[in-house]
């Protein structure tokens, strides 16, 4: 980098900084704040853990809020303004999800910036919190030593990304120290601790769909992709269910059942027929975990135990051991 961009940059971050504000940088600063909010009308929301979200009391004017998306963008190497109102990439000061919106799409300027996990919550900490059960933490170990293919499921701030970063680093515990892994995102979120570990992040020039294939090319022992949005997850189950299992993903969906009904539905954005058999096949367990108005919970394990054309999706609902399994089925989709 020479000088003159150095120079430059630093400018740029002190103006972005000016432009944040005094509340806003110190609620990035706040280690219990996990999303920074800006409304349309001005008011800066947070949401603090436990605590949930809530109004600052700051404010924030549209012009400077303009002013802000526009200086993102900038050392975003990209633009934001009416005919291209949707701003989104890392945050430049510290790499955090920001997505931003201008009008016509919003009457007047937001933003949310979302904070990576400054700490790696084991297994235990989790059973400490109380978010997960002996039990549960037992299973889910049990199923990163055999390889099993896990999905994530769960609603927005559920929880999904923080808890993939401790099934991630059990991973890296309970595996070899040669163990390869490719982790694929289009925002950094994820974290590592693997010697032998390939972290890709999606642009301009590759989308999540191209990288997934090109990851077969990596030779990875373990396929991690951080959420699944749209037509990759077609290539990421036949990667998991084609020599690389052990992988780890994250979806939006309300139940265990509905994460597989959901794979299926974006694996269709490929231009293929919907392929419940792929699914079956390739997810082993999912975990399904809520936020509720007290704390966090992993609400379901389930074991992915096959597809039935008559009830859809089979699961083993995984329970204490004093507890017996229960079965449930998702209903077939409906014939086109």
């Not at 890296?172 to 601790?193: H, K, M, N």
């Amino acid at each position: 980098m020479s000088l003159h961009h150095r120079e430059q940059q630093e400018r740029l971050h002190e103006k972005l900084r000016r432009e944040l504000g005094p509340d806003v940088l110190a609620a990035l600063h706040d280690a219990d704040v996990t999303e920074v909010m800006l409304n349309p009308d001005g008011s800066l929301w947070v949401d603090a853990g436990g605590a949930g979200m809530r109004d600052t009391g700051a404010r924030m004017g549209g012009v400077q809020a303009e002013n802000l998306l526009g200086t993102v963008a900038s050392m975003l190497g990209t633009v934001v303004n009416a005919r291209s109102p949707v701003l989104e990439g890392e945050f430049p000061l510290d790499g955090n999800r920001f997505e931003g919106i201008l009008p016509p799409v919003s009457t007047a300027p937001v933003f949310v910036i979302r904070k990576r996990p400054r700490l790696v919550y084991t297994l235990a900490d989790y059973v400490t919190a109380e978010i997960i059960g002996p039990w549960q933490a037992e299973v889910l170990r049990e199923a990163i030593r055999s390889r099993q293919n896990i999905v994530i499921a769960g609603g927005t701030a559920s929880g999904k990304t923080t808890l993939a970063n401790a099934l991630l680093h059990e991973m890296v515990v309970l595996g070899g120290p040669t163990e390869r892994f490719v982790i694929l995102e289009d925002t950094r979120e994820l974290q590592c601790a693997a010697r032998n570990a390939v972290p890709l992040r999606t642009g301009d020039v590759a989308d999540l769909t191209r990288l997934t294939r090109v990851t077969m090319r990596l030779r990875p022992d373990r396929i991690i992709v951080g959420e699944v949005r749209g037509a990759e997850a077609l290539a990421l189950l036949k990667a998991w269910n084609t020599g690389h299992p052990g992988g780890l993903t994250t979806v939006h969906a309300n139940s265990a059942g509905a994460a597989l009904l959901r794979l299926d539905a974006l694996l269709q954005e490929a231009g293929v027929p919907a392929q419940p058999g792929l699914v079956a096949e390739a997810v082993d367990l999912v975990v399904f975990i809520a936020r509720t108005a007290e704390a966090r919970r992993v609400r379901e394990l389930a074991k992915v135990a096959g597809w039935d054309p008559s009830v859809g999706y089979r699961l083993d609902l995984l329970r204490s051991p004093v507890e017996e399994p229960s079965h449930a089925h998702t209903p077939p989709p409906p014939r086109a």
